[in-house]
C-alpha cells in the first residue's frame, strides 16, 4: 500500500526534526566539553584560569621568551614594520611609492594601497625608523591583549598559535587586521574602511553586509569607503597609478602564499564564503541565534583571501576568539 502525501510528508518532518536535535545534541555537547576546558577553576574563594588556558599560556610565553632572547638581535632589527615607515618617507619626499623590480622577497618592499602610506607620512618626519619599530611591536601587543580580552593569561594563550607568534616575530599588520574585522561585527560597520584601506580584501565586508540584508550599513560603508578613496586619489594620484602598474599586476601571483594558488581564485573563493557567511547571518538573526558560525567563516574567508597567504596571515584567525566570548552579548543588527 502506497502512503499518501501527508504521509511522506510527515516522514520527511521526522527526519528533519530528528536531524536537528541530533545537530543541537552535537553542538550542545561540543559547547559542554570546551566549557570545561577553559572554564575558570576556583580554590576557595579565588578563581584561577582554567588548566588549558594556563597550558597555552605556558607555552605562548616560552615563545615569546624564545622570541625576546635568544632571537633578540633579529627584533632589535627592522622587519615588516620597516617597509611601513619607508613607505610613508617616500611619499613624504615625493619618491615613487613602489618598486617596480621588487619581489615578494625583496627586503622592505611595500605592497599595501597607499592610504596606509598616506597616514604615516607625516609620522616619518617626526618619528625615527627605530621609534617607529618599538612603538608598532607595542601596538601588535595592545592588539594581542585586546583580542586576549585583556586579560594576560589569555593573550599569551593566543601566542601559542604559532602564526601569532611568528607575526610578532615579523611585525606585520594582520593582528591589527584581526581587531578591526572584531570592531567591525561588534561595534559598527565603519571598520570595515580602515580594515580595507589597509588591505583590499576587508571591502568584501560590504558583500557580507549585503547578504546579511543590512543593506543600509553596505550602502554606508561603500559610499564612505568611496569618499576615503576619492580623498586618496585626490591627494596622490601618482600613487594609485603605480599601484595598479605593480602591485594590481601580480598581487599574490609571486611566491606570495603557502600554496600555490593565484591571488584571483582565492579572492573568488573568499568572496563565495563570505557570502554564504552573509545569508548564515541572516538566518540566525530570523531565528533569534547569535550567528557565531557565520562569523567564524567570515574570518575564515578574509584569511583565504587575503592577498599573501603566508603563516602570518593565518593569525587573523584568532579573532575568532574574543567573537567567541562575546558571541551571547553580542548587538542584533537589523535588516534594512
Known amino acids: 500500500m502506497r502512503a499518501g502525501p501527508s504521509a511522506v510528508t510527515s516522514s520527511a518532518s521526522d ?6 536535535r541530533l545537530d543541537d545534541a552535537a553542538r550542545g555537547g561540543v559547547a559542554s566539553v570546551v566549557g570545561r576546558l577553559f572554564a575558570p577553576v576556583e580554590v576557595g574563594s579565588r578563581r584561577f584560569p582554567s588548566i588549558a588556558i594556563s597550558v597555552l599560556a605556558a607555552i605562548g610565553a616560552a615563545l615569546l621568551l624564545i622570541i625576546a632572547t635568544t632571537e633578540a638581535s633579529e627584533w632589535r632589527h627592522f622587519n615588516d614594520e620597516h617597509a611601513y615607515w619607508l613607505a610613508g618617507a617616500r611619499l613624504a619626499a615625493c619618491e615613487p611609492l613602489y618598486d ?3 619581489t ?16 604615516l607620512a607625516p609620522i616619518t618626519s617626526v618619528v625615527s625608523a627605530d621609534a617607529f619599530s618599538a612603538a608598532w611591536t607595542a601596538i ?8 586576549g580580552g585583556r586579560d594576560l593569561f589569555a593573550a599569551l594563550a593566543l601566542v601559542a598559535f604559532l602564526p601569532v607568534a611568528v607575526e610578532l616575530r615579523v611585525r606585520n599588520v594582520h ?27 576587508p571591502v568584501l565586508g560590504i558583500a557580507y553586509l549585503a547578504a546579511a540584508g543590512r ?4 550602502v554606508k560603508v561603500g559610499a564612505l569607503g568611496l569618499v576615503v578613496l576619492a580623498v586618496s586619489v585626490a591627494l596622490a594620484p601618482g600613487a594609485w597609478r603605480e599601484f595598479f602598474d605593480v602591485v594590481g599586476t601580480r598581487a599574490g601571483a609571486e611566491g606570495g602564499a603557502l600554496v600555490p594558488i593565484p591571488f584571483a581564485l582565492r579572492f573568488g573563493v573568499g568572496a563565495g564564503l563570505v557570502i554564504l557567511a552573509g545569508r548564515l547571518a541572516l538566518r540566525a538573526r530570523v531565528a533569534g541565534a547569535s550567528g557565531l558560525g557565520a562569523e567564524v567563516l567570515l574570518i575564515v574567508a578574509l584569511t583565504v583571501a587575503n592577498p599573501t597567504l603566508w603563516a602570518t596571515a593565518l593569525s587573523m584567525l584568532v579573532a575568532i576568539v574574543p567573537l567567541w566570548r562575546t558571541a551571547g552579548t553580542a548587538k542584533v543588527a537589523t535588516p534594512g
Open 15 to 20: 527526519r528533519t526534526g530528528a536531524l536537528d
Open 100 to 102: 617596480p623590480g621588487a
Open 104 to 119: 615578494t622577497n625583496t627586503p622592505f618592499a611595500y605592497w599595501y594601497p597607499p592610504p596606509l602610506a598616506q597616514v
Open 140 to 147: 601588535l601587543l595592545a592588539c594581542l591583549w585586546w583580542l
Open 175 to 201: 593582528l591589527v587586521m584581526a581587531v578591526l574585522a572584531v570592531l567591525a561585527l561588534r561595534r559598527s560597520w565603519a571598520f570595515w574602511i580602515p580594515a580595507a584601506a589597509i588591505k583590499l580584501t
Open 215 to 218: 543593506w543600509r550599513d553596505a
